[in-house]
């Protein structure tokens, strides 16, 4: 299941959608949340993304975690707009039988999506650098 | 006027360094991404911005590079590499 | 923080207890759940315990992850006693600046703690066997 | 007579097996923690398991091998591989 939205999210909410019960013996979960980026903390950070195409990346990424992992269920959400310092900006969640494809999944969704979907992140007046270790994280799935 | 137009996006910094976010272009048959960018591209100096290495392209919503052909109708999408997550 | 416990836990309260908001990029929890083993519905699940060497176990664990990595604040929570299928058994959760270091911190946690945390399951009359894929987890963060 | 015991505890399959969880046991020396095992595997047969390579031990709750001294006052565990989590 993938959304993209405006508004914040329940992790406890989506986390117990995953489990399946007596099958998932494992879940994990990863909440991004917005880093302190200024010392005004009236300072805006912005999440631009293109409509449309953003859904059918973060579905294609599922795809890919689930015909490559055992898993039982896959979530993944991410926000747009304006969010403030703290605030959670993405939800990867993921149950499966045992803990190694539970973590693995996790790890490659969030990894793939950093360097695929497109977002684009504004802090105050700047638009936030593409960094290369995100690209090394990616990097590592394909070998 | 619509049968031989084309969209064009542009996201984050890339739209605000060209100050346009969307836009419908004409064209007059079948061209490759790259020679669109080099239509582009003689706009002005911001817009040789287009065809920076890291500059992304995606048709119809998929990425996709120089050599693709784009015909009426279809949605191309300029922008910088993504951040998001 | 690490706690051993009967009773089962809230993972949505101990995550936010993890965050630093504003410094916490990242939070990535582990939660293993009670599978089925049986075919009868009343079969009980017991974890027994070694009191006293469990708790030195868990902190040990907790103070490597958080010399290995660059971590903001971690939990280990188990719990002992009867268990019903689908319910949780441990909860790992890790939050950091960036994501690598919570994944990894997470992982490795719950990698050591399955061979090295004197925990043992019984599902119905069966002791269960130690899986060797558990060592080969743990051995993967010795390399 | 705590003066000259230790304090020897039994996990899971293996107390299941022995039959007991706990005991104190009286020591006359000092002695290695391969001589406990060999004087308590002298009691019978299934005693014999605390010799298994799989059985692991734990002096004062700290896994040990068989060169560890035991001294009064000690407390040892044997207990198979853990399997928590």
Known sequence: ?143 | MAGNTISLLYFAKLADDLGVTNEQYSISEKLSLGELKLQLSQRGEQWQDLKAAHIKCALNQTLCDDNTLVKFGDEVAFFPPVTGG
């Not at chain 1, 986390?15 to 399946?20: E, F, T």
């Not at chain 1, 990894?111 to 290369?132: C, H, M, N, S, Y």
């Open chain 1, 1 to 143: 299941m993938i959304r993209v939205q405006q508004q914040d999210f329940s992790v406890e909410h989506e986390r117990l959608l995953l489990l399946r019960p007596g099958d998932s013996g494992a879940c994990v979960t990863f909440v991004g949340h917005v880093r302190r980026f200024s010392d005004n903390p009236q300072a805006t950070f912005l999440l631009q993304h293109y409509p449309g195409m953003t859904e059918k990346v973060l579905q294609k990424i599922e795809q890919q975690a689930q015909s490559r992992w055992k898993l039982d269920n896959t979530c993944i959400i991410h926000r747009v707009g304006e969010l403030k310092v703290g605030e959670q900006i993405v939800f990867v969640g993921v149950s499966s039988p045992h803990r190694a494809e539970a973590f693995a999944a996790c790890e490659f969704m969030i990894d793939i999506l950093k360097t695929e979907a497109p977002f684009w992140k504004k802090e105050g007046d700047q638009w936030v650098e593409a960094r290369d270790s995100d690209n090394k994280a990616a990097e590592k799935w394909m070998r």
